[in-house]
T-cell receptor
Framework: RKEVEQDPGPFNVPEGATVAFNCTYSNSASQSFFWYRQDCRKEPKLLMSVYSSGNEDGRFTAQLNRASQYISLLIRDSKLSDSATYLCVVGDSGGYQKVTFGTGTKLQVIP | ETGVTQSPTHLIKTRGQQVTLRCSSQSGHNTVSWYQQALGQGPQFIFQYYREEENGRGNFPPRFSGLQFPNYSSELNVNALELDDSALYLC?????????????FGQGTRLTVV
């Protein structure tokens, strides 16, 4: 089983749609969780951290379910500019800052 | 702009050669991590340097090595290049070792081994 698993997509959705991505992780001791966004041929950039209580940033909502070991990202009212690959990232609690990336989910928002 | 810069941006090498990639971390950041991202895959953790010492390593062979300098900039060296080493190499800088610290990525070095 991969440490961090995501559906690679692609997800093709019309503008204005709501889309949800899920991510599962295998290490129950993981302590930190993030969603990164990566545009084509660019570096990953932090979209948002994910907290146990869930958090929202504008049209983006992230949720963490520790019992089931999954993280979700919800995007409401999709924009063309949301087209990108979304990477689920999980951080260990070890003595160094090891983070493990999922393979990413590709989103294409269609006019 | 993240303040993390990598050089060169693109590189073509022949199988068997050696390569050195460079990374300047964001001002004030003392931790640099290196990742390999193959086409269509997520970044894979190579190793991390904290205050000039290797502080964690992923599943990469010893021919992948690195350095961190007193100014916290870093190098990734790969010996005996193989075709499968062709990838985007990313460095990320952060402050400290706490797992919740945000990492800022450079734009990457795209290495092609022929």
């Amino acid at each position: 089983r991969k440490e961090v698993e995501q559906d690679p997509g692609p997800f093709n959705v019309p503008e204005g749609a709501t889309v949800a991505f899920n991510c599962t992780y295998s290490n129950s001791a993981s302590q930190s969780f993030f969603w990164y966004r990566q545009d084509c041929r660019k570096e990953p950039k932090l979209l948002m951290s994910v907290y146990s209580s869930g958090n929202e940033d504008g049209r983006f909502t992230a949720q963490l379910n520790r019992a089931s070991q999954y993280i979700s990202l919800l995007i409401r009212d999709s924009k063309l500019s949301d087209s990108a690959t979304y990477l689920c990232v999980v951080g260990d609690s070890g003595g160094y800052q090891k983070v493990t990336f999922g393979t990413g989910t590709k989103l294409q928002v269609i006019p | 702009e993240t303040g993390v810069t990598q050089s060169p941006t693109h590189l073509i090498k022949t199988r068997g050669q050696q390569v050195t990639l460079r990374c300047s971390s964001q001002s004030g950041h003392n931790t640099v991590s290196w990742y390999q991202q193959a086409l269509g895959q997520g970044p894979q953790f190579i190793f991390q340097y904290y205050r000039e010492e290797e502080n964690g390593r992923g599943n990469f062979p010893p021919r992948f090595s690195g350095l961190q300098f007193p100014n916290y900039s870093s190098e990734l060296n790969v010996n005996a290049l193989e075709l499968d080493d062709s990838a985007l190499y990313l460095c990320a800088s952060s402050l400290g070792l706490q797992g919740g610290t945000e990492a800022f990525f450079g734009q990457g070095t795209r290495l092609t081994v022929v």
